[in-house]
């Protein structure tokens, strides 16, 4: 069912994530191991968050979409919004005007109060494409508006429950792991982009190419190579076909 093998390792890491919640909160005393791992796991689904928009783990369109709750649930927010932010506009403009996740809205500078005010604004411009892409779907596709919008009820539904049975557990096991998956994203894509050049067909982006840390980012890493590589290979199929069409010219009436 799953389209390709490798979503294992994306599955195995949601399930230990959604794991380390129900340990923590049956413990009966703060284990800060537990939690630096639950930390570290809940960057790792933000991580799945971003692979399973651009390719779905399933075959089938209803595990699919279990798997968004699923993901909505430890990622800390509705899995659509990667769909108008990063699909629609991020990969359109790559850090050029008019990407909402724009590295320089405010600064050139590259320093601690950059890197760490980036996650903060960068949230507070990406809900404009977030409300355009709801408004549209409520005039045109009322399927894709409710499910967008039932995701906002799961994750709603699932704070309010832990904080009715325990707020202190709540933050702790489940409200600050989300802020640290919501914020770690975002951090990497401020690494990735600032102060490459955005105008460059082969700068725009940086690799971090360390096998361990790209094992638990499942790749988020490597992007640039991996599209590169497909760039080169669309290419050359294009070559090919002018190629052919050379030589291969319709006959004269």
């Avoid at 968004?68 to 990622?75: G, H, K, N, R």
């Avoid at 709540?170 to 998956?181: C, F, R, S, T």
């Avoid at 190419?209 to 760039?231: D, G, H, I, K, T």
Wanted: contains cysteine; aromatic residues 16%.
């Amino acid at each position: 069912m799953l389209k390709y093998t490798a979503d294992l390792r994306s599955l195995l890491f949601l399930s230990i994530a959604t794991s380390l919640l129900f340990i923590q909160w049956n413990l009966d005393a703060f284990n800060p191991v537990l939690w630096l791992c639950a930390m570290f796991f809940a960057v790792t689904v933000a991580v799945i968050a971003h692979n399973h928009n651009h390719v779905p783990m399933w075959k089938n369109e209803f595990l699919n979409r279990l798997t968004d709750y699923w993901i909505t649930l430890f990622y800390g927010f509705p899995t659509f919004a990667w769909i108008p932010t990063h699909n629609k506009n991020h990969h359109k403009f790559n850090n050029k005007e008019g990407d909402y996740t724009i590295t320089y809205r405010f600064s050139e500078e590259n320093n601690l109060w950059t890197l760490l005010s980036y996650p903060t604004i960068s949230s507070y411009y990406q809900q404009t494409p977030i409300m355009d892409y709801l408004r549209k779907n409520w005039e045109k596709d009322k399927g894709k508006f409710w499910f967008a919008i039932s995701q906002y009820i799961v994750l709603g539904a699932m704070i309010l429950i832990a904080l009715v049975l325990d707020w202190k557990k709540a933050i702790l096991y489940v409200l600050l792991p989300h802020q640290a998956a919501l914020f770690t994203v975002l951090i990497f894509n401020y690494l990735q982009h600032v102060h490459a050049d955005e105008t460059s067909h082969s700068n725009h982006s940086r690799n971090f190419v360390s096998p361990v840390l790209n094992f638990f980012a499942l790749q988020q890493w490597l992007p640039y190579r991996a599209s590169r590589q497909c760039e080169l290979a669309l290419e050359q199929v294009e070559r090919s076909a002018r190629k052919n069409c050379t030589h291969h010219k319709p006959a004269s009436h």
